[in-house]
């Protein structure tokens, strides 16, 4: 069993930056993608950017050139660096990791409003 706990969220203003992180913990062996995703209010859950074992990374399309998907494969931590931030980027964000299955974390909200 793998347990995800995120941290980073939070309210910023329209333009501002945040860093979200998340650690896994548990029975790990290999991790082969850890990410994020995120759902906004009456809105499905979709996906913001993943990061394969071997550093590849895949974003939404939305998120290309403002957001920054990293991972510590030695801390089993996963990070988002969120910069330009919309009010549209409101949501509640959650963390990802597949080892031998899919497991998620709780989620983290974030707010961007002034």
């Known amino acids: 069993q793998v347990q995800l706990v995120e941290s980073g969220g939070g309210l910023v203003q329209p333009g501002g930056s945040l860093t979200l992180s998340c650690v896994a913990s548990?029975?790990?062996?290999?991790?082969?993608?850890m990410g994020w995703y995120r759902q906004a209010p009456g809105k499905q859950r979709e996906l913001v950017a993943i990061i394969l074992l071997g550093g590849n990374t895949n974003y939404a399309d939305s998120m290309k050139g403002r957001f920054t998907v990293s991972r510590d494969n030695a801390k089993n931590t996963v990070y988002l660096q969120m910069n330009s931030l919309k009010p549209e980027d409101t949501a509640v964000y959650y963390c990802?990791?597949?080892?031998?299955?899919?497991?998620w974390g709780q989620g983290t909200q974030v707010t961007v409003s002034s």
């Open positions: 548990g029975t790990i062996f290999s991790i082969a993608a």
């Open positions: 990802y990791c597949v080892t031998n299955k899919a497991y």
